[in-house]
């Protein structure tokens, strides 16, 4: 592995947590919880190569669907992962950041996102965007909507919007897009993660699943990245 071309942003679906479980006839939580340990190992040693950005996808705006015990299994599971952060985040200079709606979520969490929040503003280091109650097009339209009001109040024209403004709008304002996203768990698709800033993102789809991923499985996916060529539309 090259380490001067690494990503400076990765992003990660973590799939594959109740299939993990299942197969060892344990219950679905039983495979977030070891979801939960590997996202602090990857978390890691993305910041030890030298990542800047490590996005991970932990709640959707559709995982509300889910069985109630397993919504507060995973909700237990971050608030016991914020709780730690506290404590660690300026030691290791760790920022934490929350992309999603948080006001949904119970209040609880809401203050401890709140409080790495404001360590976080007093660091400088590696950062992990924890995706919480995140959906893409959801992200979206909250962009557009608010661009709209700018609009009706007087303070924008249509004509502004570009790409720039409209990111602005956006939960990842002020995020590089990611340069490798990488899905776990065998499924081959988006799921409504990081649409807007997918857009030249490379892909690496594996049949691991999250609880059994490995450091070596991200060093794989990081040789197969650095093998990539990068044309953003160009030749
Ligand atoms: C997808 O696997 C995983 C989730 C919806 C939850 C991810 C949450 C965690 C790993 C815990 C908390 C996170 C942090 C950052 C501390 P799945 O349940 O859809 O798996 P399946 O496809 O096998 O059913």
């Not at 002020?174 to 997918?198: A, H, M, T, Y």
Request: include cysteine.
């Amino acid at each position: 592995m090259d380490l001067d071309h690494l990503p400076r942003h990765i992003a990660i679906i973590m799939d594959g947590n109740g299939r993990w479980a299942k197969r060892r006839g344990l219950p679905r939580t039983a495979g977030h919880k070891v979801g939960a340990e590997v996202f602090r190992t990857i978390a890691t040693y993305c910041k030890d190569l030298g990542i800047d950005y490590l996005t991970v996808y932990a709640f959707s705006t559709e995982n509300w669907k889910r069985p109630k015990d397993e919504v507060d299994t995973i909700m237990r599971l971050l608030k016991r992962y914020l709780l730690e952060a506290i404590d660690t985040m300026a030691r290791d200079n760790i920022r934490l950041r929350f992309l999603g709606d948080l006001t949904e979520l119970p209040q609880e969490l809401q203050d401890l996102a709140a409080r790495t929040n404001a360590i976080s503003a007093t660091l400088d280091g590696f950062q992990a965007n924890i995706c919480l109650n995140y959906g893409g097009r959801d992200e979206i339209l909250r962009a557009a909507r608010q661009f709209a009001r700018e609009c009706a109040a007087g303070e924008r024209t249509p004509e502004q919007l570009d790409t720039a403004l409209f990111e602005r709008h956006l939960f990842s304002a002020g995020l590089p897009d990611p340069d490798l996203i990488i899905r776990p768990g065998g499924e081959k698709r988006v799921s409504n993660f990081l649409l807007w800033q997918c857009a030249y993102a490379e892909f690496i789809f594996t049949d691991t699943l999250w609880p059994d991923f490995k450091k070596e499985d991200l060093d794989a996916a990081l040789l197969e990245y650095q093998h990539r060529q990068r044309r953003y539309g160009g030749i």
